[in-house]
């Protein structure tokens, strides 16, 4: 037994999830490595270092299915997701409307469709880190790229 009072390799299910995200860790770590191939796009970066495209299977757009796979893919935001759905729901009492629950689920879809995908969540980690650069060109430019990934996020899980 481990020193955290549970062996992993007692879960067969555990030791798979742990294997699966050490090769995409270490993908992403040779992809970093890679980019200074010219021309290349962040898929093709993952495809050249065999990083899968998408982490987990893209989940229904329910609450539960989110949750499922947020779990999976961030599980250090759950509080945040379980807070913003509490106002979502709060929101839609008091307005006596869906839109703010409709509103929940597609802002948690786009988030979990940028996580499970290397190539879009590597983008909008470099995007972010680019933000309060000194250089306002930098800057704005860091602005645009997250705009686009959001977008293509958003337009993905929309279908």
Do not use: C
């Not at 495809?47 to 989940?59: D, F, K, N, S, Y």
């Not at 800057?139 to 993905?156: F, G, H, N």
Request: proline share 5%; no cysteine.
């Amino acid at each position: 037994m481990s020193h955290t009072g549970w062996d992993i390799t007692d879960d067969d299910r555990a030791q798979e999830g742990y294997q699966e995200a050490r090769r995409a860790y270490l993908a992403g770590k040779a992809a970093r490595h890679r980019r200074t191939a010219p021309g290349m796009t962040q898929t093709q970066l993952a495809g050249r270092v065999g990083m899968p495209r998408e982490l987990i299977a893209r989940p229904q757009q329910t609450p539960d299915a989110l949750r499922a796979a947020l779990a999976i893919v961030a599980p250090g935001r759950l509080d945040e997701m379980q807070a913003t759905k509490d106002d979502a729901f709060a929101k839609a009492v008091e307005w006596q409307s869906l839109s703010p629950v409709r509103s929940w689920v597609l802002t948690w879809a786009r988030d979990i469709e940028i996580a499970r995908r290397p190539d879009l969540s590597s983008r909008f980690a470099h995007a972010q880190n680019r933000l309060e650069h000194e250089d306002p060109a930098t800057a704005r430019e860091a602005l645009r790229e997250l705009s686009a990934v959001l977008d293509e996020a958003m337009k993905a899980v929309r279908g």
